[in-house]
């Protein structure tokens, strides 16, 4: 066997290593690498099967600075009602372009108990560092199965090996998910049983992904949880109280998001959870405001060159290192050196280095890459969204990752990062493991599921410790 060594600058010296190994190593029993992921059904049903043949690695110093700077960018983004809407979230929702339904029950919700970090970062590497292009805070998140496709990577021989001489480790997502529902909603979990969970949809969602939320209910068992997944319809009120399949529930875990909510049918199926949750009958994970500071638009106020005075010289640094330009898409804006500039212009001028982004909406869904788009069709849709709920971001070009090619080398591929965050623990700082979705397509609009991409899991280290699961 041979190996391909790539051009350029190394980030993922682990990745090379790794194929280094492979090319080594005369034989490998047989076994495909994906083929334990491939047996397993919670695995195929949550990525049809599109595995990527190796994992991707985090060295653990660019893990702990890429964990601390979401941090502080959580806190930015929880503290934007008070810094820049004298304390009001309804203004900061009506600012990222929710209707009047949407706010109502958002500000209602942030009325009910504490809020604590829950989120999923979508972030590229340029080569020197994560840029953080989406940071999705809600409960409605994938990768609780994360864990599962890293044992199921463990399975094939050589790649246990490395991870085993190379002291690295993954962390279990479920379990930091779990752990922060706790905390979330610590008054409303029973100290003499365990808490019984519904996992909640809408009506129309819930056909779709049912499936799959009825495993993530199943395995809450494996955390001290007793968890049953519905749709809001099924959810009825004896009480005042919400019960599922006749049992009282102490949390619903939410899996719908204020985009659903436009629907009044949703909308009026959701009023008496909201009423439950008020009363301090139900807990509700997480709460519905947690969508404002996971919202696009929230990442452009802190992008934003006019908001520079509010921020101070760390906060300054870690915005100017993670977050690429965004901007709301206005008839006036300030341009990457900081320049007052006609928007439209700047974006017909630099249409290659732009993406289009609606504030509301999630999954890859209405967004518009200038680089794939005719000129008319930009200029259209960049017209279209003036004044609107959407953002313009600058182009994050992902470096190139090696993984394995299934011939003995190792090829390019392009990496969007899914790391997570939760609540920080007593002797953790918050990191909740990550997943990687991958594309050969350097000019992809978003490495997504949507757009062919494949899956992987992640490792970080090399450390001190050699453990290879966390589950807490």
Request: hydrophobic share 40%.
């Amino acid at each position: 066997m041979t190996i391909t060594r790539l051009p350029g600058p190394l980030r993922s010296r682990l990745g090379h290593a790794y194929g280094e190994q492979l090319a080594q190593q005369a034989s490998t029993g047989g076994r495909h690498p994906t083929a334990a992921a491939r047996e397993s059904a919670t695995l195929t049903l949550a990525y049809r099967e599109r595995f990527l043949d190796g994992p991707a690695f985090l060295g653990e110093d660019e893990r702990r600075t890429v964990v601390q700077d979401l941090h502080t960018v959580y806190e930015l983004l929880r503290s934007l009602p008070e810094r820049l809407f004298g304390g009001s979230i309804t203004a900061l929702a009506a600012a990222v372009g929710m209707d009047a339904r949407q706010s109502a029950l958002i500000t209602r919700s942030a009325r009910t108990g504490a809020l604590h970090p829950l989120g999923r970062a979508d972030l590229y590497h340029d080569g020197a560092g994560f840029k953080l292009l989406e940071f999705n805070l809600t409960s409605a998140l994938g990768g609780f199965e994360n864990a599962d496709l890293n044992r199921a990577m463990l399975a094939y021989p050589p790649l246990d090996e490395f991870v085993r001489r190379h002291g690295l480790r993954y962390l279990d997502t479920l379990g930091r998910m779990v752990r922060t529902m706790y905390a979330e909603c610590a008054a409303n979990i029973p100290a003499d049983r365990a808490p019984l969970v519904a996992v909640v949809d809408t009506v129309d969602n819930f056909t779709v992904v049912g499936p799959r939320l009825r495993i993530f209910a199943e395995q809450l068992a494996g955390y001290g949880a007793e968890g049953i997944a519905c749709d809001l319809g099924e959810l009825t009120y004896p009480n005042g109280r919400p019960t599922a399949s006749g049992r009282a529930v102490d949390v619903v875990y939410r899996y719908f998001l204020p985009e659903d909510l436009t629907d009044p049918t949703a909308a009026a199926q959701l009023e008496p959870l909201l009423l439950a949750v008020e009363q301090g009958r139900v807990g509700l994970f997480s709460r519905l405001d947690a969508e404002l500071y996971g919202n696009k638009g929230a990442l452009a106020m802190l992008s934003d060159e006019q908001h520079r005075d509010l921020f101070d010289a760390a906060e300054l640094a870690c915005v100017d290192r993670l977050l690429p330009w965004t901007r709301y898409v206005r008839p006036y804006a300030t341009d990457p050196g900081g320049a007052r500039v006609d928007l439209l212009a700047h974006a017909l001028a630099h249409q290659h280095e732009l993406i289009l982004k609606p504030t509301l909406l999630h999954g890859g869904n209405g967004i518009t890459a200038g680089w794939r788009a005719g000129a008319a069709e930009w200029r259209s849709r960049v017209t279209s969204a003036m004044n609107g709920p959407f953002v313009l971001q600058h182009r994050v070009r992902p470096a190139a990752e090696p993984f394995p090619d299934g011939a003995g080398g190792l090829q390019d591929l392009f990496l969007n990062w899914g790391l997570y965050l939760g609540a920080r623990g007593a002797d953790d700082d918050g990191y909740a493991g990550g997943f990687v979705r991958a594309s050969a397509d350097p000019a992809v609009g978003v490495v997504s599921m949507g757009s062919g991409a494949m899956v992987g899991c992640v490792f970080h280290g090399a450390d001190r410790s050699a453990d290879r699961s966390v589950r807490d």
